[in-house]
């Protein structure tokens, strides 16, 4: 007994290993070892690690066999419930998701995650009131919960209820002060309650912070644009392009600015750019007003390729 036992713990230990180096395929051989070199064991900790791989390889059959057998091992045990609720999001089946997120936290009323993507299912859905109730309540069970602040506030963005989406983002970035989505998505949100200083500031910042993040710049130039700064909106697209070279919009955005600025010979060399990144842009450009001066050109007669 005492051999298998130590085979059994070496094989999960090299499994481990394994699971760490994201080598899947390896690590669950080792587990699959452990598993059949005692068959009696009740080893919950060793289903969820096999079941969580068949997840990440996408083979949802295997790991709701695991997840079953956690819950038939000890049903009160949350995390089978929480497991297999993960499983039957991943294959859209959302009731069966929700019905066994909610028996997780039955089990364990403090289980934020299960809380966060019960949230999310909802969020899914279409349910927002739902998805912000189950974010809270994420929340609630774990104050420092950086992304349930976000998604609450990305869902009131959405709903434009757009002071209460900025209190929910002000929350995330006093628990991580640097995540660029987060900068970005308070920059969102001031542009559209109107204090278009403060939006500039924080796109700068989403900037600094992740520079092949292309849509600060594009969004950061919008608001030069609309306040007629044209040569701060062509710096903010230029500096863009230097660190997105295939972004399309890019190119295609700094063209408009240039027409406007009537630098024709720089704007051509942009549309095309833009079109052979993209080429359904072609057609767009034919209807855009701003690229009127332009619309007799080739470049706007000839077919996509």
């Known amino acids: 007994m005492k051999e298998q036992n130590y085979m059994t713990s070496n094989y ?8 760490e180096e994201k080598k899947l395929h390896k690590a669950l051989q080792f587990y699959k070892k ?19 791989i068949y997840d990440e390889l996408e083979d949802y059959s295997a790991a709701k ?3 079953i057998e956690v819950i038939e091992n000890n049903p009160e045990d949350p995390r089978g419930y929480y497991s297999l609720a993960m499983t039957y999001d991943n294959l859209k089946e959302y009731d069966k998701a929700i019905k066994y997120y909610k028996k ?9 995650r299960a809380y966060f993507f019960l949230a999310n299912t909802y969020d899914e859905m279409g349910e927002k009131r739902k998805a912000i109730a189950y974010y809270l309540k994420a929340i609630d069970a774990n104050p420092l919960y950086f992304w349930a602040y976000v998604n609450t506030g990305c869902i009131y963005e959405e709903l434009d209820e757009n002071e209460q989406a900025r209190v929910m983002i002000e929350k995330a970035l006093c628990i991580k002060p640097e995540n660029y989505k987060a900068l970005f998505n308070m920059a969102v949100i001031l542009n559209k309650l109107d204090r278009k200083e403060e939006a500039i500031d924080f796109y700068l910042k ?13 969004n950061v130039a919008i608001i030069y644009k609309e306040k007629e700064r044209y040569e701060k909106a062509i710096q903010a697209l230029t500096s ?7 972004v399309s919009v890019l190119y295609y955005n700094r063209a408009c600015l240039y027409t406007i600025t009537k630098d024709f010979e720089q704007a051509i060399d942009d549309l095309e750019s833009s079109f052979k990144l993209n080429p359904g842009l072609r057609e767009y450009g034919k209807m855009d007003e701003e690229l009127r001066p332009l619309h007799h050109l080739a470049l706007f007669t000839q077919k996509n390729h």
């Open 65 to 67: 066999e695991k997840y």
């Open 240 to 246: 863009g392009i230097k660190y997105n070279k295939n």
């Open 206 to 218: 989403t900037i600094d912070q992740n520079p092949k993040f292309a849509f600060s710049y594009l």
């Open 34 to 52: 452990a598993y059949k070199s005692d068959p009696e064991q009740k080893d919950n900790e060793l289903l969820l690690d096999m079941g969580l």
């Open 12 to 19: 999960k230990i090299i499994g481990n290993k394994f699971k």
């Open 104 to 112: 997780a936290i039955e089990l364990d009323p403090d289980y934020d």
